[in-house]
C-alpha cells in the first residue's frame, strides 16, 4: 500500500482519538500535507509532511510509514516521525494564600495576613511569615 487517505492515517497512528475528528479537522483547515490545505480524502505517502492541530495540540509529523488500520501505540510511533517543536516553557505562576478547606470566612487578621501575601508575592525573594 503506497498512499492512504490523512483522515485514515491520523486516526491509524492514534494522533486522532477517531476518524471522525480527523476529518472534521481537516474540513476545517487544521491539517496540511506538505504546506497544502489538506481534505479528508488527501492522499498522502511515506516521506510526506503533515502539520495537524488537533485538540488544541498543533503537531508536525513526517509519514514513515503508511498504515491504514488502527494499531497499538508502541507500533504506531513508529509509524512517523516526529518534528514538532517543544512548547515555550510555562510562566511562573505566583504563589496563592491558601487556607484549610472549612476554616469559614477569614477573620480580619487572616484578611490583613493574605493581602500581606500578595503584595509580597508581587516582589520576588520576599519571605512571607505566616506561621504567626
Known sequence: MDTTRVDRWL????LSKTRADAATACRGGHVRVNDKPAKPSTPIRAGDTVRTRL???PRVVEVGTVIEKRVGAPVAVTCYVDHTPPPPPKETVAAVARRERGAGRPTKRDRRRIE???RASLVEGVEHDLED
Open 11 to 14: 486516526w491509524a497512528v492514534r
Open 55 to 57: 485538540y488544541d495540540i
Open 116 to 118: 500581606a501575601f500578595e
